[in-house]
């Protein structure tokens, strides 16, 4: 089955981009990307970003929509990456505003891999770097992430980081996501977002 979810602000407001239907898919809900791009209304111009676990693109999308300079996005489901790269097309984002990685979040964003050096060599080009963080809920994907990033490099070359997960979840954020330190915080009925920023 697909559907669709619509881009909220900026040049491609209330344009739509596909959804398919694929096993932990979730697009992040319309009122979660509204308040996390309230929070990062003065970030993203400019900036490079990160959607780690890309999915429909939505999140990546918006930051390009909203005046991101450049988006790298990340997605492991082959079906999944198609739509991404077809949404994309459709929108007819410029090619040089963005990079697809076909792969997996957790090998591009671990140390010592020629992918996170690449990642990493780019973000000191621009002057402010977010990462969006919002793994499939329910494939047990947090507690790796988490240990990935505690000292990862990538972190203290990151303006901003956000992480959505189910809202029953408990983490150790600050230990995992330092230096950067918590800004902001929602909770809805099936999650909780957090904004971290640099210092």
Same mark, same amino acid.
């Given at each position: %089955?697909?559907? $669709?979810?619509?881009?909220?602000?900026? +040049?491609?407001?209330?344009?739509?981009?596909?959804?398919?239907?694929?096993?932990?898919?979730?697009?992040?809900?319309?009122?979660?990307? +509204? #308040?996390?791009?309230?929070?990062?209304?003065?970030?993203?111009?400019?900036?490079?970003?990160?959607?780690?676990?890309?999915?429909?693109?939505?999140?990546?999308?918006?930051?390009?929509?909203?005046?991101?300079? !450049?988006?790298?996005?990340? =997605?492991?489901?082959?079906?999944?990456?198609?739509?991404?790269?077809?949404?994309?097309?459709?929108?007819?984002? &410029?090619?040089?505003?963005?990079?697809?990685?076909?792969? $997996?979040?957790? *090998?591009?964003? #671990? &140390?010592?891999?020629?992918?996170?050096?690449?990642?990493? +060599?780019?973000?000191?080009?621009?002057?402010?770097?977010?990462?969006?963080?919002?793994? &499939?809920?329910?494939? *047990?994907?947090?507690?790796?992430?988490? #240990?990935?990033? =505690?000292?990862?490099?990538?972190?203290?070359?990151? $303006?901003?980081?956000?992480?959505?997960?189910?809202? !029953?979840?408990?983490?150790?954020?600050? !230990?995992?996501?330092?230096?950067?330190?918590?800004?902001? =915080? %929602? !909770? #809805?009925? +099936?999650?909780?977002?957090?904004?971290?920023?640099?210092?």
């Amino acid at each position: %089955m697909r559907h $669709s979810v619509q881009i909220i602000g900026g +040049e491609y407001r209330s344009r739509k981009i596909e959804v398919i239907d694929a096993d932990g898919l979730r697009p992040t809900a319309s009122r979660v990307r +509204e #308040t996390l791009f309230n929070w990062l209304q003065i970030s993203i111009p400019g900036s490079i970003i990160i959607d780690a676990f890309a999915g429909t693109g939505a999140l990546g999308i918006e930051a390009l929509s909203r005046g991101a300079k !450049k988006a790298i996005f990340i =997605e492991k489901d082959a079906n999944v990456f198609r739509s991404l790269t077809q949404n994309l097309r459709t929108l007819k984002v &410029p090619e040089e505003r963005y990079q697809l990685i076909k792969g $997996s979040a957790l *090998d591009a964003l #671990t &140390p010592g891999n020629n992918l996170h050096q690449e990642i990493l +060599e780019q973000l000191p080009q621009y002057p402010r770097q977010h990462l969006f963080l919002d793994p &499939p809920f329910f494939h *047990d994907l947090y507690t790796p992430l988490l #240990t990935i990033l =505690e000292g990862n490099p990538i972190l203290s070359n990151l $303006s901003s980081l956000s992480l959505e997960m189910p809202v !029953k979840a408990t983490f150790d954020l600050e !230990k995992a996501l330092a230096p950067l330190q918590l800004s902001r =915080e %929602m !909770k #809805t009925k +099936e999650s909780k977002v957090f904004l971290y920023r640099e210092v």
